[in-house]
């Protein structure tokens, strides 16, 4: 069974970094697609970032493009993401996922399993 457990969250000033790590156990597969998502109070869940695991291919929501870098160290079976340049509007709760399938896609449903969320909290 896959476990994904996010770690790196907490309070940054606006203009600050953060980088979060999702360790992964379980993946049995050679082909999955990782993501990281946020939900802010009272949003809706939001895409930010995937990545191919096993191909390294890249994509991202515009609103983090340029700020925002999504990696993975497939030796210590751990995904990242870089944020610089953090504004308020990143506030939220950051959630890793995985799903089976080489494609990068935006939708939550496609992915099936989820790590517990971090919280960011960029301060102005």
């Known amino acids: 069974q896959v476990q994904l457990v996010e770690s790196g969250g907490g309070l940054v000033q606006a203009g600050g970094s953060l980088r979060l790590s999702c360790i992964a156990s379980?993946?049995?597969?050679?082909?999955?697609?990782m993501g990281w998502f946020r939900q802010a109070p009272g949003k809706e869940r939001e895409f930010v970032a995937a990545?191919?695991?096993?191909?390294?291919?890249?994509d991202y929501a515009d609103s983090v493009k340029g700020r925002f870098s999504i990696s993975r160290d497939n030796a210590k079976n751990t995904l990242y993401l870089q944020m610089n340049s953090l504004k308020p509007e990143d506030t939220a709760v950051y959630y890793c996922?995985?799903?089976?399938?080489?494609?990068?896609?935006?939708?939550?449903?496609?992915?099936?399993?989820w790590g517990q969320g971090t919280q960011v909290t960029v301060s102005s």
């Open positions: 996922a995985v799903g089976v399938g080489t494609d990068l896609v935006r939708l939550p449903q496609q992915y099936t399993n």
């Open positions: 379980g993946l049995t597969y050679m082909f999955y697609r």
């Open positions: 990545i191919s695991w096993s191909l390294g291919n890249t």
